[in-house]
């Protein structure tokens, strides 16, 4: 019993269990959640709707996570992790069986909202999971290992759907897409270890409501919740557009050909835990501002004609994203004096909040301003939130 009260540790071959479980989970859920990002040209020639149109598959998808998170983030802390964290991914896996039954893209939008919702189980307690069931001294770990999985997840899905469906159909890359669920669903099922140290949260709604509100009334954390926003409208707003852009000359690539760019959303596998390296070294404040001064060039090596440039420009905004992304999440726990968990949750729906206004928000500056538009919006807001934030904390120090 000793085991289950201190949590697996690294050297328990459960540890690794669990570890590959969540992290099978986590790359379905994100590999879906972003599934419709490169095929964003595709359905706007294919459907002949607008860019503001396509878009909504993305944000509608992201508001709805948000949704998710909320309500069942409250319903696994009464009535369990493991049950939200399989029916995630199974719930996940259905709208993609009926997309390619229809020729609407009003329906592939509602079903797009319905997943979202499914999909948000699986971040919303597989995090509480580890804390529960990893012994404390392998905890960060077990974390890095599944944030890790969230961008391989990314990437999977970005590259699959491109690569499918200029090879075959989208239809074929949905089918695929439930397939690879079905398989990971069937493995999750079998392999995660039922909870041990689960406790019911007996606190009210209410209570946790104040939870949030006491956090959201903390002028630092409200800040950090607002960079979280800002890192995202910047990084979501770049990969949103540029398939767009390279699609167009002097370019004029194939979604094929763009599905393997997003490989370089890779390097987000090893910019968090290379930050957290440096943070303990040089400072925490220090490497996020590094980490947001390389998305910002990144972002900047985009404007080049020269493919190779604007390819070596993702890879750098990834690396700064993710450095910057994982550190500001480690600051709100640092922060928080008070439900640790409601607070990480409010990052993370501020996280998605710049998701959704990025995906959409910024249509309307493609249209009228494309590639430079962006660049300009995506660039800017970061420098300047991130030397507004800098100087505020200075003063509060």
Known sequence: MDTFKQGYSIKDIQFWVIVTSLGLASVFVFAAMYSMQPLLPFFTEQFQISVSYASMSMSMTTLSVIFGLIVLGFLSDRHGRLVFIRFSIILTVLPFLFMPL????????????????AIAGVPAAALAYISEEIDHKSMGIATSLYISCNALGGTIGRLVMGYVTERFSWETAFFALAILGTIIFAIVWLLLPKSRNFAVNDRTIRKDMQGFWFHLNNPVL????????????SFTGMWSFI???LTEPPFSLSLKTISFIFLTYSLGII??????????KIGIHIVRTIGVFLLVIGI????????????VGLCIACLGFFSAHSLTSATV?????????????LYLVSYYIGVAFGSTMLSPIWTLFHWSGIVSIAATLPIIYILFLNRTLRKQA
């Not at 409200?222 to 409208?233: D, P, T």
């Open 271 to 280: 910019g968090s835990p290379i930050a957290s390296a440096l943070a303990g």
């Open 222 to 233: 409200l800040k950090l919740f607002g960079l979280g926003i800002i890192l995202q409208v």
């Open 102 to 117: 229809t020729d609407s893209f009003f329906i592939i939008v509602v079903l797009r909202f319905i997943q979202g919702f």
């Open 300 to 311: 900047l090596c985009t404007l080049s004609d020269s493919l190779f440039i604007v390819i």
């Open 243 to 245: 398939p767009y852009h």
């Open 333 to 345: 726990s640092r922060t928080a004096t008070y439900q640790k968990g409601s607070a990480s949750s």
